[in-house]
């Protein structure tokens, strides 16, 4: 079955880095588009970006410039690289994936704060 597994979240400070990974099995990994999500205290979950099967990637506007998302297609990981944190990046991030219908993980803990 897919097994999608994040992990890589913690508690940072401002202006720090944190790349979270996502494990992925039970799935043809290579083919598929990957996404990450993240969801705020209080708010909707909201798409961070994407990448291709092939490597090619696309942000949403706020994370454009500070956020990198890439994959290992031998190894089945997907990565999301954060940059430049900031206390409104504070969220629980999830990778998915669609096939036939929206699979996520159960997500990874990011917390800036000063």
């Known amino acids: 079955q897919v097994q999608l597994v994040e992990s890589g979240g913690g508690l940072v400070k401002p202006g720090d880095s944190l790349r979270l990974s996502c494990a992925a099995s039970?799935?043809?990994?290579?083919?598929?588009?990957m996404f990450w999500y993240r969801q705020s205290p209080g708010k909707e979950r909201e798409l961070v970006g994407s990448?291709?099967?092939?490597?090619?990637?696309d942000y949403v506007d706020f994370a454009k410039g500070r956020f990198s998302i890439s994959r290992d297609n031998d190894r089945n990981m997907v990565y999301l690289q954060l940059n430049s944190l900031k206390p409104e990046d504070t969220a629980v991030y999830y990778c998915?994936?669609?096939?036939?219908?929206?699979?996520w993980g159960q997500g990874t803990q990011v917390t800036v704060t000063s």
């Open positions: 998915n994936t669609i096939i036939g219908t929206q699979y």
């Open positions: 039970g799935f043809t990994f290579r083919v598929r588009r």
């Open positions: 990448i291709f099967g092939s490597g090619g990637t």
